[in-house]
């Protein structure tokens, strides 16, 4: 794990500037305790990071969860109560990686995920233009279209248009340049520009600006525009900040129904980010489902038992960690000790840094995720990969994560439907000689009830005197339905002066009687030719 240390250690401090300011905001957007955002980002990073089996992988707080949490809170009646919920998530999600439900990660269409990564970074570029302004009535990690204050992802834009902060701004766009200078640039030019990353001289560019202008009323940031971690006064206080579960609610059906609704929702979106975050890997590691279900499960017990948010693998981060040269899980974990660290020792520091240096770190973030080039060969690729794409992409900049994730896997089935019903047959039309039309159907290698109106469309529409060459050589799988749409034709091939021959593995058959009697089939049942 220590092999690749001089890539991991500057791709985690990257990581922890992406990470701190969405555990805050994902608390607020939660209606939770701020402290609860931090233990969870700790957690997600130490923890889930140490038995996870993705190298690349960051847990946090997921903004997925934010409307179910804050929900939650107000119906179970109170934090410590939903605390209950979040320890009994962690343990069915303990459940489903015991009954290795991690394979479902494996059925996400690559174009649904492709569209996933580029609605997320649309939607991490839109949600930061705001707070780059120094605008920030929203908290960060509300990544869903309409937003807690109201507002919806563009309007708020406009607003914050309305609301510049000129502090904010200016050091925002030396902070864009310092970043843009680094990657492109002073990069290549030296070991010491790939171990010191961009993002933390951007970062401590934007303190000394809040420092040095922190009087002026013109070009000096306003503390609200500033990180904002509890700062503790003593031992006491900061001990005072860890929530406990109230453990007599748990004979509460609701808790088991929140329970439930974290341990499935949370394990979806940890298997569409593992998913997503091994296509993004230059090394193509394959991280194992099951083991990620029971590491998130391990996390998200700890985290309700302490008092932290639901955890899920976050793409943002783990994208971060991608870009920013992380190889090893080391990266996640350091991630988590620099969070751990910060809340506890250098507090007062941290809350000097300008939101507006942080969204230009996510600006990168989000353009890398959501390339141009990318929409051009999705479009090539022709519209069975492009529309699940586009659609995925829409859906999750006009609702959420998990809508616009459902919206592109719909018309993805769709487009497999599609394809099934149109490939079920070959059609051959061999000779129309002699008043007779000869004809060679030749059933597909799969053949389901999907291909039924297809098939039953194709049988009905052959005219009278027609000789039919029925081939299901080929065809391993033939489903019920199927031969009950030919027992059905057989009987009205006879009033229609068709013939049929029947030619399969088990021998050849003029006019078979039975299609069913043929195929020794018992009723319901389907039926292996291979």
């Known amino acids: 794990m220590f092999k690749y240390i001089k890539s991991d250690l500057p791709a985690s401090v990257v990581v922890f500037f992406v990470a701190l300011p969405l555990c805050l905001g994902i608390a607020l957007a939660s209606g939770a305790p701020l402290f609860s955002g931090l233990i969870s980002g700790i957690v997600g990073g130490v923890v889930v990071g140490s038995l996870s089996g993705s190298k690349i992988g960051v847990s946090g707080p997921a903004a997925g969860l934010a409307a179910i949490v804050l929900t939650a809170i107000g119906s179970l009646g109170g934090f410590e109560n939903f605390l209950v919920a979040v320890v009994l998530g962690g343990i069915i999600q303990l459940i489903f990686g015991f009954l290795k439900a991690g394979i479902i990660g494996y059925y996400f269409p690559s174009s649904v995920i492709k569209g996933m990564l580029t609605g997320i970074g649309i939607i991490i570029i839109l949600k930061q233009i705001p707070h780059f302004f120094g605008y920030d009535a929203n908290p960060e990690g509300d ?157 998200n017990i700890i985290s309700g038992l302490i008092g932290g948010l639901p955890i899920t693998q976050v793409i ?89 994730i459902s919206l592109g896997l719909l018309v993805g089935i769709i487009v497999i439907l599609l394809k099934s019903y149109q490939n079920s047959h070959f059609l051959h039309i061999e000779d129309k000689s002699n008043g007779k039309h000869k004809i060679k159907m030749e059933l597909a ?50 009033e229609r002066n068709i013939d049929i021959k029947l030619i399969s593995k088990r021998g050849v058959v003029e006019n078979p009687s039975s299609f069913i009697e043929f195929f020794q089939l018992r009723p319901k049942s389907s039926i292996s030719l291979s």
């Open 143 to 299: 990544f869903a279209f309409f937003q807690v204050d109201g507002e919806n992802t563009f309007s708020e834009i406009f607003v914050a248009l309305n609301n510049i902060s000129l502090g904010s701004t200016i050091i925002g766009l030396i902070g864009l340049a310092i970043l843009l200078l680094w990657s492109n640039v002073l990069s290549k030019k030296g070991k010491f520009f790939q171990l010191i990353q961009g993002p933390l001289v951007a970062v401590v560019a934007g303190i000394i600006y809040f420092m040095v202008t922190g009087s002026n009323s013109k070009f000096g940031i306003n503390p609200s525009h500033l990180v904002s971690v509890p700062v503790p006064d003593n031992l006491d206080s900061f001990l005072g900040q860890f929530s406990f579960p109230n453990f007599s609610q748990i004979t509460n059906p609701e808790v088991w129904v929140v329970a439930f609704t974290i341990a499935l929702v949370a394990s979806l979106e940890t298997l569409l980010c593992v998913e997503a975050t091994d296509k993004l890997d230059p090394h193509k590691n394959v991280t194992p489902t099951n083991r990620e279900l029971l590491a998130q499960g391990t996390g």
């Open 445 to 494: 290698e799969e053949v389901t009830f999907f291909n039924k109106g297809a098939i039953l469309k194709e049988l009905d529409s052959l005219p009278r005197d027609t000789y039919l060459e029925f081939d299901v050589t080929k065809t391993r799988y033939l489903d019920y339905d199927i031969i009950e749409i030919l027992e059905d034709f057989a009987f009205k091939a006879k």
């Open 316 to 404: 943002v981060r783990s994208s971060a960690n991608i870009q920013s040269g992380g190889r090893t899980k080391l990266s996640a974990i350091i991630h988590g000790l620099l969070l751990l660290t910060a809340v506890i020792l250098i507090p007062r520091l941290i809350n000097k840094i300008p939101l507006s240096v942080l969204a230009a770190i996510l600006f990168i973030v989000g353009y890398k995720l959501a390339k141009p080039a990318l929409f051009k060969k999705m479009y090539n690729l022709g519209w069975k990969q492009s529309v699940p794409f586009f659609v995925t992409v829409v859906g999750i900049v006009f609702t959420d994560l998990l809508v616009g």
